[in-house]
């Protein structure tokens, strides 16, 4: 069992920039490929950004790719999302998730991850 819990959502100004935190309970964090989701209102969740188990690897949303950064502390339970030059568009509720998946194909399906935390809302003004 993982617990997962984001922080570091808010409100931004278009172009700003936010780091989000996942913090997970547990002592098998370094087990699990980590992933970012997002929901906007009215729309499915959407894959975001995910990373490896030993940080090797990372793979990211077209929408995203050169704006945010995900990354890992093995050590501190914790991934991050640097999120960068943000726009409206990005505004939704961000989910991180724990997968034992190692087919890399499946990191942005949500049906690969067993674990999810409540989310945290990030909100972009124009």
């Known amino acids: 069992q993982v617990q997962l819990v984001e922080s570091g959502g808010g409100l931004v100004q278009a172009g700003g920039s936010l780091k989000l935190s996942c913090a997970a309970s547990g002592r098998t964090f370094s087990s699990y490929n980590m992933g970012w989701f997002r929901q906007a209102p009215g729309k499915d969740r959407e894959f975001v950004a995910a990373i490896s188990r030993s940080s090797g690897s990372t793979y990211y949303a077209d929408s995203v790719k050169g704006r945010f950064t995900i990354s890992r502390d093995n050590a501190k339970n914790t991934v991050f999302l640097q999120m960068n030059s943000l726009k409206p568009g990005d505004t939704a509720v961000y989910y991180c998730?724990?997968?034992?998946?190692?087919?890399?194909?499946?990191?942005?399906?949500?049906?690969?991850?067993?674990?999810w935390g409540q989310g945290t809302q990030v909100t972009v003004s124009s």
């Open positions: 998730a724990a997968s034992i998946s190692q087919y890399t194909s499946t990191w942005s399906q949500g049906r690969a991850y067993s674990f």
